[in-house]
């Protein structure tokens, strides 16, 4: 079982920035594959962006040159810088690892992005 815990979150001003973050647990963290996902009412769950073990990097067309996903395998921690932040980032972002075949979830935080 692996726990995810996502911070970072709140209200920001449009063209501006925000850092979350994802702690997870386990003593093999460094193998995870994990990602960030985002939600809005009434839509489904979408990739916003992911890194493998190995910190190979995918993102989500929306979000390229503006969001950057990291990884600290010393922390077991996941980050997701986001800049030049726009109205249709608000959203609940999720942070999801893939650990041997099986998908874990953290509860998520609200990102708004509103003036």
């Known amino acids: 079982q692996v726990q995810l815990v996502e911070s970072g979150g709140g209200l920001v001003q449009p063209g501006g920035s925000l850092r979350l973050s994802c702690a997870a647990s386990?003593?093999?963290?460094?193998?995870?594959?994990m990602g960030w996902y985002r939600q809005t009412p009434g839509k489904q769950r979408e990739l916003v962006a992911s890194?493998?073990?190995?910190?190979?990097?995918n993102y989500a067309d929306s979000v390229k040159g503006r969001f950057t996903i990291s990884r600290d395998n010393a922390k077991n921690t996941v980050y997701l810088q986001m800049n030049s932040l726009k109205p249709e980032d608000t959203a609940v972002y999720y942070c999801?690892?893939?650990?041997?075949?099986?998908?874990?979830w953290g509860k998520g935080t609200l990102v708004t992005v509103s003036s």
């Open positions: 890194i493998t073990s190995g910190s190979n990097t």
């Open positions: 999801n690892a893939f650990v041997y075949g099986v998908n874990y």
């Open positions: 386990g003593s093999t963290f460094r193998f995870y594959a």
